[in-house]
């Protein structure tokens, strides 16, 4: 497959700029997922030693992606400890 892209390119360079965006695209899809899977409080993948991890989250854990206007080190604790 990566043979027949290279010949494309060959032929039609004006598809390199296509290929180069759809492949960064592909590789920060990529990339994400597996923070989502990696990082994510909601997936737990050791559910023996770990099966709630979302318990042990802090106030001023962030585990958002991007955070616009919250500073989480200023956050307090507004629950009971379970």
Known sequence: MLCQIISQAKKHP???PFFIFIGAG???AALYVTRLALFNPDVS???KNNPEPWNKLGPND???FY???V???K???EGPDF
């Open 62 to 64: 962030q585990y958002k």
């Open 45 to 47: 993948w050791d559910r």
């Open 26 to 28: 592909g590789t920060g």
């Open 67 to 69: 955070s616009v206007n």
């Open 71 to 73: 500073d989480y080190n």
């Open 14 to 16: 004006s598809l390199i």
């Open 75 to 77: 956050l307090k604790k």
